[in-house]
Structure formats: structure tokens, C-alpha cells
């Protein structure tokens, strides 16, 4: 018995590029389930996709499944008719097949013996095969040719076109919506054309490669990464990177050239993110920098062909078009630069932003009133009327030429345009950045124009949908709202902006916030239980302040301070709990005299009490710590030194009352009981 | 490579080429329409059991690309060369590429590429999957296997190849200006025979057209599409659809229909495109079903 390799190949029309990679893993999860759950061992699965075929290798397969022999327990051998007729039928077998055993106590019991032989590999991967291709999760699919005259007939991305199904040397016969496997594959579409026969998972890589194909994803992107890098450099220009286009150029070739080209260098008027989202989403053209740093007029296209005349034509070609583009888009810049973003506000009154919502001109006069709020009330040191004009102004953009055209360049245009008509700088960058920080990562904007602009904006969002009950839940967030609070926190905490929320916001916006303010900070890799003490303290909206007490006890509990200081708080709080202590009146003792450790705390905490109390009101939240760490040797002591649960009722009622006071004075900087440790 | 070819020299050689294929060739239908896939050669015949091979060419209106005849690339009017093949043969990438070769592209120079473009048509009531097919960087032709038209599934699929023909001759005749074009061997160019066209029309679509006869006629068409689609003659009604998605076009580029009014034009013309469909398909099933007894819907 010896392990053989099994090739795959599923060659179909142009897969879409975004879709491969997927595929790619799908087809090895796909295989790997199967060949489990079949029993057929294997050591090891490797995928492939180029736009027309994915591939996959299974090293080391089995010569067959193990065999395998059950045994059912059946009725007893004189049961009625009726039963044994139901456990022949349940497990195939005629009553001559059964055996009849004794069960020790007298009685006969049929017992039925399946033997189940080993299925020999072939068969277990052509039923695999056939199983992959029927559930295979393509995004899309489509139907094709006359088989499609029924909607069930066998669904595929693009019209499939041959397989490859090969066990060693030998091939497994499947068919699939009329293609039956073979050995014959086709190279690269232009420079071999004709069929290629494969002798086996050894040699396709190679053979192919030998065709102009090279099937490994990760060698084409590593052929244009370093190409593209070369070809700018040559021409005395660095690539920009992009390993979106990496992907996407490796996705639609399957012997990828880097060429560069070159573009009339008047286009370099029109904004740099313009040209190079032209050229990115319409061409998918890398771009260059000069020297200086600034965008070059070129760019580098992926041909996927090895041009006789060593790409001239191609890059003729491609410049025309990437010239055309440019051409358009200048067009779309100076018909915008042609009017003022204030005469555009009107056209927003035909937006809706939401049909409970108004329209878009509704909501920027939303924001523009709570900007100028935010700048007034000193939120934000901003000029209150910076503030209002930029969000005035902010949205203009939506209806230019540029915007519609390319919808994620909104903000940026509106940026230019507003710098063009003469607007202050800070109203300008305040109109160009007011959307982010789009997600995590994004720069979080710090000029406080942009500032007030951007929280406005946000928290208009979010008050807006709230306000008409539409507030995300589970996994539903059609309105962003989540990275819309994310976006809110990062400016009010990066600026350190002192906001109390709940003057502005309702009690379940501002419960959304710290809903939020958890994940991002737990995101952050803060441990879930000190943020849980801070939020369990309540009331609190300011979330600088919420923060700083994080902070602050993250670096507590972890000093050596902090975790002796836990552990005297938890077994003073496991004390009272025991005793379900409370505090109550009990008559005075006279000849009580506290031990000289119990003083000693009781002295501690009369100066750590009001120390921990006062910086907690300045905020000085290190300082409380400070005081509460000056606890750790006293509690320590008192514990080694003196019996809580004295007999004496008095004493007793004492001693424990210290205990509440050390448990109260930690828990006024944090509930240390959620603290795990 | 010889001489280019004119652009009716193009023409001619694409008739040949798909006649050769077992082709139709059809002449333009009279009708104004913004797209090839609005002929009823093929909105219609893509439905149903019966095999349909045909190609030709349609002009195509498009108002707001407008440009008054001074952008080289923009056209209010131009054509499209359409070919649909029922059911989708399975060597269709061979055979379009053979008519690419034919008409003088050298793909041993030119790098030909099939680029994910999934097309849809929200005023038919359809969609298929396909690529806009690209020659250097340039998209030449859009290539979509059928799945749905007027709501219905193909059954079988269409493959429908839909040939840009002014930058397809552009391309072939390396010239910058769609006005430059060689319009036949004698001299004439495209901008002999379109430029003053091209501004006429540019200024009536954008300035000229009077918005209440197209409102008026909008809603005539719709009313005889509802008309003809009571009296049973589908044909007829999808010849109103046609003209209401025209108006709607031009009334578009008039800009007088505001974005939230737009959505409920172009369901309007879905729904009489739709009807049409629907009701073309319930006065030939049984046709169809004499022919193929196997055809459902």
C-alpha cells in the first residue's frame, strides 16, 4: 500500500479576481471535510487559483478507506414477525443473514454483521469532487449553455470547462454539467493555446509554468510586487504600494508583466488622491512618486502577456485610456471649481438622508447648530463660526461632478473646493476631514474646526437614528452607528475633550457609548474586569475621566501594591459577606482597647480615607491609588495579628466595621469585587 | 498589419464574420432606445425555449452623455454591435475572439483581458454575469451570459457580446478623436457624417426639448403599453416600454426628474418592460410547448 497525490484542476472562464482567493480555501475546506468525513487519510491539502482554474493537490492519499465491521442488536428470536421484519428492513439484510446469539439468560437475540470493505480512493475523490463542486459557496454563480434550459442545471462562477482529476497517475472519471475529467488541460490563453496533457500532481506546477501559466497566486503577486518596483525605479520613480491591486492584478493574469506608462503631466493640476484613485479603480494602475515625494506622471499596468514587440502597443494603448479617464476627471474638477459650495447647499434639499430623517439639507443644519453648540459651550476650543460655516459647507460635495463620479473622494473634494473659493484653511481641512476617523486605525483629527465638525456630524448621526428607534442591534447596524460612536469616543479621548454626555445625549445613547467604549477599550487589550469595576462605579459620562481611572488601575492591580491590596480588599469583603455584616448600633464597651495593629489601620485609614477621597475630585486618580496602596501594609498586619469574629459582640462589631471602611474607601476609586485575582 | 479598417469596413467584416457563425443579421431597429439590449431581438428572444443566433448593429441614445461635439470620447448617439447566441455555446470566448482577430487585432501585441463586470438592467428586469472585456487597459466589449430578463430566468441562457464600435474603430484606426475616424476608405470621416448631429442633438436634449410634451408622452406611452398589453400584442406594448425609457432619459437629461422621483420612473419602465415580457411569454408558450414539450416558465 503505498500513498499516491491527487491533482484537481477546475478550469472554467474568468474568475472574477476578488473571488479566488476565497475559492481557493474553500475548495481546500471543502475537500479536507470530505475526505474526514469519508475516512480516506491524507497528509496534507495544497490549493491554487489563476482567472481560470483552481486547483488542488492532496499529498500523501490513502489506497483506501479502512475497513470497518459494526455489529446491531436486533429483537430476540422469537419475537412477532413484525419487529424482526422492521430491523431486517432497517439494516438491509434478509433473516438467512442474521445470527442469532444467547444473551446469557436463555434466550436467543438476533444480532446483524455488516462488514463495511474499504472503498478504494478513486471512488472516495470522485464522490468528493462531486460533492465540492454541488456546494461550492460561490458569491455569485451562474447558468450556462443548453443544460440551462432547466433553472437546477449545475451552477458554476463562469461556464466550467474542463477537469483534471488525477490519482497518481491515473485518472478518476467523474462527470460534471457534461465535463468529464481528463488529463488534458489548455495553457495561457494567447501563447498556448492548445491542450496540454498532464502526467500527474507532480508535474501540473511545472508544466504549466512551461505554458505560460504560472498557478500559484503568491508567485504572481511576487512577479508584479517586484516588477512594478523595478519598472518605477527605472525610471528614477518609487511605486506607490497597493497590495489591494497586488491581489487584484494577480487575479487577472496568469503570466503577469509590469509595464510602466507615462501621462501628460498637465493632468498633475487635477488633486494627486484624484489621479490615483483614476487610475487605481478604473485601470488598476499603480502609481509612482518623483523624488520629491510628490506623484509622478506615470503609472505601471499588468499586462498578461509577454507582447512580441516587448509591450510598446500595450503601453500605447493603456495611456490613451488612462489619458481619457484624466481627461474626465479634469473636466468633473473644473465644471466643480465653476461653482461655490454654497450655491450647491440647495441641491442637498433633494437628498433624502432618511425618509424619518429629512433630507440632507436637514441634517446639515443639525450639525451646523451643534458644531457652533460645541465650539460656544467650550467643548471644543473652536471659533463658533468656523465651526458652523465649515459643517455648512460640509456636505456640498455630494452633489459635484467628482463626488458622483468617485463617491469616496467626498470630503476630500469638498476640501479643495472649499481652499479654492477662499475659505479659511481651518474651514477648508475641517470640510475634507469631518468624516473620520472612518474606522479603527483612521486618523483621528486634532485641528479643533475639524474637531467640532466631525463630533457634530457623528453625534447628530447617532441621535438622529436613535431619536426614531432605529438602533442597530445584533449584528443590524445599517447606519454605521457603531463606527460612529467608535468615531465619537476616539475624538472626545485623542483630544481629551471634557464632554459630559449626558447633558447632551439620552440614557441609552450614552449606555450605546459605554457599550462601546468597553469593546474598543477591551479591543485595546485593557482587561475586561477593570474596565467592569470603573463602568460598575455608574454615573459616570465623562469619558476622559472614565478612562484615566481605567489607566490608573490597570497599572495598580498589576504592581505588587496593588495585588497585596486586593487581596487584603476580597478578604475583607469575604469576611463581611460570611457575616452578613451591617453597619448598626451597639452598645459602647468601655474597657475595649484595640489591639496595636488594629489602631495602626484605623489610623491609615483616617489619612488614606480623605487622601483617596480628594484625589479622586481632582481626578488625580494615581494619587488615589497612592493613597490606597498606603493601606496594603496595615491590612496586612491587622490580618496577621488580630481575630476579626472576636466572641465579644463589641469587638467583633469593631473590628468588622473597619473592614467595611477599607472596603468602602477602595470602592470609591473603583469596585475592586469585579476585579478578578 | 494592413491598412485599418474604416469603420464600416469594421462593420461589414463583423456582419461576415457572426453570418458565417450561423449568424441573423438583422438591420437597426426603428426605434430610439439608450441600449442594443433593448431590441427586441433580444429583450425578447432571450426568453423562451427556441434557439436564436443574430447579430446587429443599433444605434444607441444616450442624452445626458451629450457632450456638443467637444469631448472626443462622449456621444449622445452612437453604435453598438450586438450579438446573441441562445443557448450560450460553450466555445463563445473562442468565437469572440475570432471576430476580434478579424476585424485586425494582433494578439500576439495587444493584451486582451475578461474583467469581472456583472450587468444589470434595472429598467428590463434584468441581469447576467460576464466581464467587460478589455484590449490594452480599454473596455471593448461587454460579455454577459443572460440569467434573467423582464424578471423571467433565461432557459436556456443567452450569451449576448455587445461591441462598443466607435472605440473599437478608434482603437483599430489609432486615432485620438472620435470624429477623426475613418469613416469609409474614400475620406469621409465620422465627424463628416455626425459632428453637426452631435450639437444639435446635444442642445436639444439638454436646452431645447420641451419637458411637457416629454411628460405628456411618457405617460401616452405607458397608457398604450397598457393598451396593447390588454389586447394581447406584446410586441407592441414592448415598443412603448422602449419609447417611456426614452423619454425618461431625456427627461433625465433635461433635469427636471429629482432623485427621489428617479427610482419610481425606472420602476415604471420595469413594470411595463416586465409586463411586456410576461405577456410575451404567455402568447408563445404554447408554441414553445408544442415545440419543446419539456418548457416551463
Not at chain 1, 231 to 237: S, T, V
Not at chain 1, 611 to 619: G, R, S, Y
Not at chain 2, 182 to 204: C, H, I, P, R, W
Not at chain 2, 277 to 289: K, L, N, R, S, V
Request: net charge negative; with cysteine.
Amino acid at each position: 500500500m503505498s500513498a499516491q497525490d491527487f491533482l484537481l484542476e477546475l478550469r472554467s472562464e474568468e474568475i472574477p479576481a476578488r473571488m479566488q482567493e476565497k475559492a481557493r480555501a474553500d475548495l481546500a475546506a471543502l475537500f479536507e471535510a470530505r475526505l474526514q468525513a469519508l475516512n480516506l487519510p491524507f497528509e496534507r491539502i495544497e490549493s491554487y487559483a489563476t482567472p481560470r482554474r483552481l486547483a488542488l493537490i492532496v499529498r500523501g492519499v490513502a489506497e483506501m478507506t479502512a475497513a470497518a465491521s459494526e455489529e446491531r442488536k436486533g429483537p430476540r428470536a422469537d419475537a412477532p414477525a413484525q419487529a424482526i421484519e422492521g430491523f431486517l428492513r432497517s439494516t438491509g439484510l434478509s433473516r438467512e443473514q442474521l445470527v442469532e446469539r444467547d444473551d446469557g439468560k436463555g434466550n436467543k437475540v438476533l444480532f446483524a454483521v455488516i462488514d463495511r470493505p474499504g472503498i478504494v480512493a478513486g471512488s472516495v475523490l470522485a464522490s468528493a469532487i462531486t460533492g465540492a463542486i454541488t456546494a461550492f459557496p460561490w458569491p455569485k454563480s451562474m447558468r450556462w449553455g443548453a443544460a440551462s434550459s432547466s433553472t437546477e442545471s449545475q451552477r458554476w462562477v463562469r461556464p466550467l470547462q474542463g477537469i483534471i482529476a488525477l490519482l497518481g497517475d491515473k485518472l478518476v472519471p467523474v462527470e460534471i454539467a457534461g465535463v468529464k475529467s481528463a488529463s488534458v488541460t489548455v495553457g495561457h490563453r494567447f501563447h498556448h493555446p492548445g491542450g496540454i496533457t498532464i502526467g500527474s500532481a507532480a508535474d501540473y506546477i511545472e508544466k504549466l509554468r512551461a505554458c505560460h501559466v504560472i498557478v500559484d497566486g503568491a508567485e504572481r503577486r511576487n512577479i508584479i510586487a517586484l516588477g512594478a518596483k523595478m519598472a518605477a525605479q527605472k525610471a528614477g520613480l518609487t511605486l506607490i504600494e497597493d497590495d489591494g491591486l497586488l491581489y487584484e492584478n494577480a487575479g487577472l493574469t496568469e503570466w503577469p508583466m509590469p509595464l510602466l506608462g507615462r501621462f501628460d503631466e498637465a493632468f498633475l493640476d487635477v488633486p494627486p488622491e484624484v489621479i490615483q484613485l483614476t487610475a487605481r479603480v478604473n485601470q488598476k494602475y499603480f502609481v509612482c512618486r518623483d523624488s520629491a515625494g510628490k506623484l509622478a506622471n506615470a503609472f505601471v499596468c499588468v499586462a498578461n502577456i509577454d507582447a512580441a514587440d516587448g509591450g510598446e502597443k500595450i503601453v500605447e494603448g493603456n495611456q490613451k485610456v488612462l489619458a481619457a479617464r484624466l481627461s474626465d476627471a479634469r473636466f468633473f474638477y473644473e465644471t466643480d471649481l465653476k461653482t461655490r459650495l454654497e450655491d450647491l447647499t440647495p441641491k442637498l434639499e433633494k437628498i433624502v438622508f432618511h425618509e424619518k430623517l429629512g433630507t440632507v439639507a436637514d441634517k446639515v443644519d443639525r450639525v451646523a447648530k451643534l458644531a457652533r453648540w460645541l465650539a460656544e459651550q467650550g467643548v471644543v476650543k473652536a471659533d463658533p463660526d468656523q465651526a458652523e460655516r465649515a459643517a455648512r459647507l460640509a456636505k456640498a460635495d455630494l452633489v459635484t461632478g467628482m463626488v458622483g463620479e468617485f463617491p469616496e473622494l467626498q470630503g476630500l473634494m469638498g476640501g479643495y473646493y472649499a481652499a479654492a473659493q477662499g475659505e479659511p484653511a481651518a474651514v477648508a481641512e475641517a470640510i475634507r476631514d469631518h468624516y473620520k476617523p472612518v474606522g479603527q486605525g483612521d486618523e483621528v483629527p486634532t485641528a479643533p474646526v475639524t474637531v467640532a465638525v466631525a463630533l457634530a456630524d457623528k453625534l447628530d448621526s447617532i441621535t438622529a437614528f436613535f431619536g426614531v428607534d432605529l438602533k442597530p442591534s445584533g449584528s443590524k447596524d445599517p447606519f454605521a452607528l457603531r463606527r460612529s460612536a467608535l468615531g465619537v469616543i476616539a475624538l472626545i479621548l485623542d483630544n481629551g475633550l471634557r464632554f459630559p454626555l449626558a447633558q447632551s445625549v439620552s440614557k441609552d445613547v450614552l449606555d450605546f457609548f459605554a457599550d462601546r467604549l468597553k469593546v474598543q477599550q477591551k479591543e485595546a487589550g485593557v482587561r475586561h474586569d477593570l474596565i467592569d469595576a470603573v463602568f460598575a462605579l455608574g454615573g459616570e459620562d465623562d469619558l476622559v475621566r472614565l478612562l484615566a481611572r481605567v489607566k490608573a488601575l490597570q497599572s495598580f492591580v498589576t504592581s505588587e501594591d496593588g495585588r497585596n491590596l486586593l487581596a487584603g480588599y476580597k478578604r475583607a469583603a469575604n469576611i463581611l459577606k460570611k457575616e452578613t455584616w451591617a453597619p448598626g448600633e451597639v452598645a459602647d464597651n468601655e474597657i475595649y482597647e484595640a489591639e496595636p495593629a488594629e489602631a495602626a489601620l484605623r489610623e491609615a485609614l483616617d489619612i488614606a480615607e480623605p487622601k483617596a477621597e480628594a484625589a479622586v475630585e481632582a481626578e488625580d486618580y494615581e494619587a488615589a491609588m497612592a493613597a490606597l496602596a498606603s493601606l496594603r501594609a496595615p491590612i496586612d498586619k491587622f490580618f496577621d495579628d488580630v481575630t476579626v469574629v472576636d466572641p465579644d459582640e463589641f469587638k467583633r462589631e469593631m473590628r468588622l466595621s473597619l473592614l467595611a471602611r477599607i472596603r468602602d474607601a477602595v470602592n470609591n476609586v473603583a469596585d475592586f469585587s469585579k476585579i478578578e485575582g | 498589419m494592413a491598412e485599418p479598417l474604416s469603420f464600416q469596413r469594421m462593420i461589414l467584416t463583423l456582419h461576415d464574420y457572426w453570418a458565417d457563425k450561423g449568424c441573423v443579421i438583422l438591420q437597426p431597429y426603428d426605434m430610439r432606445m439608450g441600449a442594443g439590449t433593448f431590441h427586441p431581438a433580444t429583450t425578447l428572444r432571450a426568453l423562451g425555449p427556441e434557439p436564436w443566433n443574430a447579430a446587429f448593429v443599433q444605434p444607441c441614445r444616450r442624452p445626458t452623455d451629450g457632450r456638443y461635439g467637444e469631448n472626443p470620447n462622449r456621444l449622445q448617439h452612437y453604435y453598438q454591435y450586438q450579438v446573441i447566441l441562445k443557448p450560450s455555446p460553450s466555445d463563445l470566448q473562442n468565437l469572440y475572439l475570432g471576430s476580434l482577430a478579424a476585424i485586425g487585432i494582433d494578439f500576439t501585441k495587444h493584451d486582451i483581458r475578461f474583467v469581472e463586470d456583472d450587468w444589470e438592467s434595472p429598467t428590463l428586469g434584468a441581469w447576467g454575469l460576464g466581464w467587460e472585456v478589455w484590449c490594452d487597459g480599454m473596455e471593448v466589449t461587454q460579455f454577459t451570459y443572460f440569467q434573467q430578463m423582464g424578471g423571467f430566468d433565461c432557459k436556456p441562457v443567452a450569451g449576448e457580446l455587445t461591441y462598443g464600435l466607435e472605440r473599437l474603430a478608434m482603437y483599430i484606426q489609432n486615432v485620438d478623436s472620435v470624429y477623426d475616424l475613418a469613416f469609409n476608405d474614400q475620406g469621409v470621416t465620422y465627424g463628416d457624417v455626425f459632428l453637426e448631429n452631435e450639437k444639435q442633438m446635444s442642445k436639444y436634449n439638454f436646452e431645447v426639448a420641451d419637458t411637457e410634451t416629454l411628460f405628456e408622452g411618457f405617460r401616452k406611452a405607458v397608457a398604450e403599453c397598457e393598451n396593447c398589453l390588454a389586447n394581447n400584442v406584446p410586441i407592441a406594448a414592448y415598443e412603448q416600454a422602449i419609447e417611456a425609457s426614452h423619454l425618461f432619459n431625456l427627461l433625465q437629461a433635461r433635469g427636471v426628474i429629482s432623485v427621489a422621483e428617479r427610482q419610481a420612473y425606472i420602476g415604471r419602465v420595469r413594470d411595463l418592460a416586465k409586463g411586456s415580457c410576461e405577456a410575451w411569454i404567455a402568447h408563445m408558450t404554447p408554441t414553445w410547448q408544442a415545440k419543446y414539450p419539456e418548457w416551463t416558465v
